[in-house]
């Protein structure tokens, strides 16, 4: 007996409703990035493992799919390697590709190879899967998509800020309830110098972006395990618990970071970014419909940011980042175009659907498929039925022919397991008079109506 198929943990199927449910979110979010002048580019599912290594961090390298050379991939390996079992070094040998981790290193990548063709300032947007090696858990999977909006070749912060409104308009179009948190990696860095630890500065930021998942406690011991002295951990204390307004916050840190300049700096941009939200907001009409808060355990653990960073939390659902994002000032460096400054958010595709569906937020008409269907009595009733199958298709109906004439409770048990809302059916009758008889499926009211009239009730 042959084993029933199945799929890799951390993937998932999605019937033809659900992918309504994610066109619907696909389509919101184009089209909120097209309202800013974003343009769509797409990237190859996989890249050479050498622009993909060492630009997300140890942890990130990890969570790497490596992909197996072809031919014979054992042919460049010597037995005492293999005797070795070196995972990493045998790792770089057997695979030279691997899946991408995010759209972000490619995108990178891409504008380099382009440079020549792009007008900076380059706005792009670009949804497609990524893939991680992670442990599969609610809310986390191994394949999932990503929704990315980058602005690349300017340092102005008024990127952030329309970064800001972009992610703001998203959820308030889809009726979610969020929090949008900030921070930045200059005040991050001007911690870890001020404390003496200007060095540990990746294994805090590692550390501290865990807060919300382990407890303080937690972190406290990770820095320990980090090489902190417990003064240098006790430092940290007051500023990763620090709570307030946005301006009290600021006021508190930058009194801290008085002698560190980077870190100055960063709450200079903040101050910024959130100033202009606030000037462009009016009492009654803010900027944002959503709260912003500066969060300063917020890290968002990957190397390659530098300047403002941002995340998203749904408050009505218990579930992890569904966007996040920030600035990369020297990501392009690594690519051999260094100086070219780029911000970027991250619409956690996979999140937002789980969190659409716990709060029931789809749009009705998002997820309705065919609208109408013609019952099939034979052909001469099909033949009598198709020239009108044709307009209604033509008038934007989304409209289906039953192909076989069977029973008719099958076809109307067809109609209403896909919840399609209208049946017209011409019998002998029907065809005499040049008409059809339509039953609406939700009220089982039935009419007879011509055919311009049947258009006209299924469209309104």
Request: glycine residues 8%; hydrophobic residues 40%; negative net charge.
């Amino acid at each position: 007996m042959a084993n029933k198929p199945n799929i890799p943990k951390g993937t998932r199927d999605f019937s033809p409703v659900e992918m309504a449910k994610r066109n619907y979110i696909f389509d919101t979010i184009r089209e909120v990035y097209s309202l800013y002048g974003f343009q769509q580019i797409e990237t190859p599912a996989m890249e050479n493992l050498q622009t993909l290594m060492g630009k997300y961090g140890e942890e990130g390298d990890k969570l790497l799919f490596k992909i197996l050379n072809s031919g014979d991939y054992l042919s460049k390996v010597s037995d005492e390697e293999l005797t070795e079992r070196n995972i990493l070094r045998l790792a770089a040998r057997l695979c030279e590709k691997g899946l991408r981790y995010d759209l972000t290193v490619p995108f990178a990548r891409y504008v380099v190879m382009h440079r020549d063709e792009l007008q900076m300032p380059f706005k792009r947007y670009q949804v497609q899967p990524v893939w991680r090696a992670d442990r599969p858990q609610k809310g986390r999977y191994r394949e999932f998509y990503q929704f990315d909006g980058d602005v690349v070749g300017s340092d102005s912060l008024l990127n952030e800020v329309e970064l800001m409104q972009i992610i703001d308009t998203v959820f308030s179009r889809f009726g979610v309830r969020v929090q949008i948190k900030i921070n930045n990696r200059k005040i991050l860095s001007g911690i870890a110098e001020v404390i003496g630890a200007a060095e540990k500065i990746t294994d805090i930021t590692v550390a501290i972006d865990k807060l919300d998942k382990i407890g303080l406690d937690n972190v406290n011991a990770e820095l320990k395990s980090d090489g902190l002295t417990d003064e240098q951990i006790e430092k940290i204390q007051p500023i990763i618990t620090l709570e307030g307004t946005n301006e009290e916050k600021l006021k508190v840190i930058a009194d801290v970071l008085k002698e560190s300049e980077t870190g100055l700096k960063g709450v200079e941009e903040i101050r910024f970014i959130l100033d202009v939200l606030g000037s462009i907001g009016k009492e009654k009409t803010p900027a944002l419909k959503n709260e912003i808060q500066l969060d300063l355990t917020l890290a968002r653990g990957l190397n390659y940011y530098t300047g403002a960073i941002f995340e998203v939390k749904a408050l009505d659902v218990q579930i992890g980042s569904i966007t996040g994002g920030g600035r990369y000032d020297n990501l392009t460096g690594i690519f051999g175009m260094p100086g070219l400054s780029g911000v970027g958010i991250s619409f956690g595709v996979d999140r937002i659907f789980d969190v659409l569906n716990a709060l029931d937020l789809y749009p009705k008409e998002s997820v309705t498929g065919t609208q109408l269907l013609f019952i099939n009595f034979g052909d001469k009733e099909t033949a009598y039925s198709l020239p009108v199958v044709v307009q209604a298709r033509d008038a934007g109906i989304r409209t289906e022919m039953y192909p076989d004439a069977v029973k008719m409770k099958k076809q109307m048990s067809y109609a209403n397991t896909k919840q399609i809302p209208f049946v017209a059916l011409a019998g002998g009758d029907e065809i005499a008079e040049g008409k059809f008889t339509l039953k609406n499926m939700t009220t089982g009211e039935q009419q007879l109506v011509s055919p311009q009239e049947l258009m006209e009730i299924v469209k309104s």
